[in-house]
């Protein structure tokens, strides 16, 4: 059974990411599965830090955009919209080159909150970063 209010879909959902940070980071979505969305981000020189290494930033930028995507996308956009409400984030392993793949799965979805856990992997499919995103629905 689908979480979404209405099927995503994938080039929409892209296309209203256009002329913000999403845009700018290169963030693209993916996949939308029916509990699960997807995306991608490049490690270049928009996302590193000085010592060539992703930033920490650019990857809770990642987690906060897929979780804030999903959680628009569980509520009627015309009734409700979903802010951040708080994000944190555990960086396990670092990237330097290629694109790192989110992928944002429900915890709870609520009438008031929604709580999203997001991963974010390399190109081998290992754990980059863990976090944890808590929407309000307003």
Request: charged content about 15%; hydrophobic content about 40%; aromatic content about 6%.
């Amino acid at each position: 059974m689908s979480i979404w209010h209405t099927p995503p879909n994938i080039e929409v959902v892209n296309q209203f990411s256009e002329g913000c940070m999403v845009a700018h980071l290169g963030i693209e979505i993916t996949d939308i599965g029916d509990n699960y969305l997807c995306g991608k981000m490049p490690v270049d020189h928009r996302t590193k830090q000085p010592f060539g290494l992703l930033h920490g930033g650019a990857s809770v930028t990642l987690a906060e955009t897929l979780g804030s995507i999903a959680s628009g996308l569980v509520v009627d956009a015309t009734q409700k919209k979903c802010v951040g409400l708080e994000i944190n984030a555990n960086h396990l392993r670092s990237a330097t080159s290629g694109w790192v793949y989110g992928t944002a799965r429900p915890i709870h979805i609520g009438r008031t909150t929604h709580i999203w856990d997001i991963q974010i992997t390399n190109h081998q499919n290992k754990l980059v970063c863990i976090s944890r995103l808590t929407m309000a629905v307003i």
